[in-house]
């Protein structure tokens, strides 16, 4: 797919800014995605529209579901419209986006994003004609700035001892993990919902593998050495690690996986990959007011 280069967003956020900059630089590869990321934080952070969508979680729910889990979520029809046309001018062919933003059900791709639905989205995807990948792509960031109101919303909820390895928010798998501050406690960290989460240190995220000699990590072999990655081979799973001082904010854990790239390739090429389905298949409704 052919995306044009045209529009860029302004960023407010001046540290943001500064480091959207510097991976620029250094990953010009990635520059869609860079647009898609910072537009979508700016639109999270400027819009007080996505502060007023109204958030129904449910009473009870299973025991282990995230909070989002049976949740509805109400937003304003006329914000969403505005922003998922944003995302497709950047995200798509210009004769696409306008099609696209013709034929898409908003709302619906909005529920499909929140709740990771692999169906809905082919489904949505085959409805107006595009592969399924690129449309998740569009969905995700649509979903950004409504997933990082509810993790602020959601925060004071989250239980104190969460021993999944998906958010408890959200439900998706962590992005990364960060080893906090001098004592380094194990955190790991929703790129969606910027939720963080603590976990014992010798723990995979993924199938819950507790036996040291099944749990390692790999390291650059050379340059930088503070991140790595952790890996697990009971379920070859793996999950970037990298110390921090403080919680990482909400852009940082997105803009870091996109800088540890390398990293990622290093585990794929050892045979270590992310699973294909959701931490958790959640049930969120989305409904246009
Ligand atoms: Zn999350
Ligand atoms: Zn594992």
């Known amino acids: 797919m052919l995306w044009p280069l045209t529009r860029r967003r302004h960023v407010t956020n001046a540290h943001l800014a500064q480091r959207v900059a510097l991976i620029r630089q250094q990953n010009p590869e990635s520059e869609r995605w860079l647009m898609l990321v910072e537009a ?117 909820q989250v239980p104190s001892s969460w021993c999944e390895g998906y958010c408890p928010v959200c439900g998706a798998w962590p992005t990364l993990a960060e080893f906090r501050g001098l004592e380094r406690k194990r955190w790991l ?32 072999e050379d340059g930088e050495t503070t991140r790595k990655v952790e890996i697990c081979d009971s379920c070859k799973g793996y999950v970037k690690a990298e110390p921090t001082v403080k919680p990482l904010a909400a852009w940082e854990i997105v803009l870091d996986d996109l800088a540890t790239v390398p990293l990622e390739v290093a585990a794929l090429d050892r045979g270590y990959h992310k699973p294909e389905r959701p931490g958790f298949g959640l049930d969120a409704r989305v409904v246009g007011t």
């Open 40 to 156: 979508a934080f700016a639109e999270a952070d400027d819009s007080q529209a996505w502060a007023d969508a109204v958030l129904n979680v449910a009473n009870e729910r299973p025991i282990r579901a995230p909070l989002l889990h049976q949740s509805q979520i109400a937003v304003r029809r006329r914000v969403l419209h505005r922003w998922l046309r944003e995302v497709l001018e950047l995200a798509a062919v210009d004769h696409l986006g306008r099609s696209l933003s013709r034929t898409l059900e908003p709302v619906a791709l909005l529920e499909a994003a929140v709740s990771q639905d692999d169906d809905n989205m082919e489904a949505l995807a085959g409805a107006v004609g595009v592969e399924r990948p690129a449309l998740s792509v569009v969905g995700q960031i649509a979903a950004l700035p409504l997933l990082q109101t509810c993790g602020r919303a959601l925060a004071a």
């Open 189 to 220: 960290r929703c790129g969606r919902c910027a939720t963080g989460w603590e976990v014992p240190w010798l723990h995979c995220p993924f199938c819950g593998e507790t036996e040291h000699t099944n749990l390692g990590y790999l390291a650059p």
